[in-house]
T-cell receptor, first 114, second 110 residues
């Protein structure tokens, strides 16, 4: 595997379900990001992790709970989501703060909340 | 007012045409300006990156930044069908929070 991988690629869940999105980067980076991409809206930064520590939470509702066990893996735990949370969730990584302008993105997880 | 404005298109041009993609922004603190390209069912990938005002050329692609007008452009020369994608402008103040435009969907017709 190379680059940034994300699983699953597609996810359909009900509003009462709990699910998790997984991201893994094989680039040796130490910063990881979650973004939300909705139709007709700009990419929105959700969370930033540097060396496993969360350094940015962009006012994301608590029904989204990130976890970063090490610099290569990032999870997004989902519970009690709303239909408006349906979107493409993208993970990215970079070589720390200095490399933040060159972020490498995964293919995304297409999430549908029923 | 959005921090970054980008016409979503769609934009359709014939193969070989010169394409001009643009973004305007409101925050004068932005110093770094990026263009990302996103193919269908893929994540964005960095295409060009410039710091402050000026031009940068890379093959058929030229990025221009005019900080006085708060306006950035991406030019594609000799456009190819493989350039068909969504182009996202992004910028930041030097931190890790990139602010993206909405993206312009571009189609190059053979």
């Amino acid at each position: 595997e190379t680059g940034v991988t994300q699983t699953p690629r597609h996810l359909v869940m009900g509003m009462t379900n709990k699910k998790s999105l997984k991201c893994e980067q094989h680039l040796g980076h130490n910063a990881m990001y979650w973004y939300k991409q909705s139709a007709k809206k700009p990419l929105e930064l959700m969370f930033v992790y540097n060396f496993k520590e969360q350094t940015e939470n962009n006012s994301v509702p608590s029904r989204f709970s990130p976890e970063c066990p090490n610099s290569s893996h990032l999870f997004l735990h989902l519970h009690t989501l709303q239909p408006e949370d349906s979107a493409l969730y993208l993970c990215a990584s970079s070589q720390g703060r200095l490399g933040a302008n060159e972020q490498f993105f995964g293919p995304g997880t297409r999430l549908t909340v029923l | 007012q959005k921090e970054v404005e980008q016409d979503p298109g769609p934009l359709s041009v014939p193969e070989g045409a010169i394409v001009s993609l643009n973004c305007t922004y409101s925050n004068s603190a932005f110093q770094y300006f990026m263009w990302y390209r996103q193919y269908s069912r893929k994540g964005p990938e960095l295409l060009m990156y410039t710091y402050s005002s000026g031009n940068k050329e890379d093959g058929r692609f030229t990025a221009q930044v005019d900080k006085s007008s708060k306006y950035i452009s991406l030019f594609i020369r000799d456009s190819q069908p493989s350039d068909s994608a969504t182009y996202l402008c992004a910028m930041n103040r030097g931190a890790q929070k990139l602010v993206f435009g909405q993206g312009t969907r571009l189609t190059i017709n053979p």
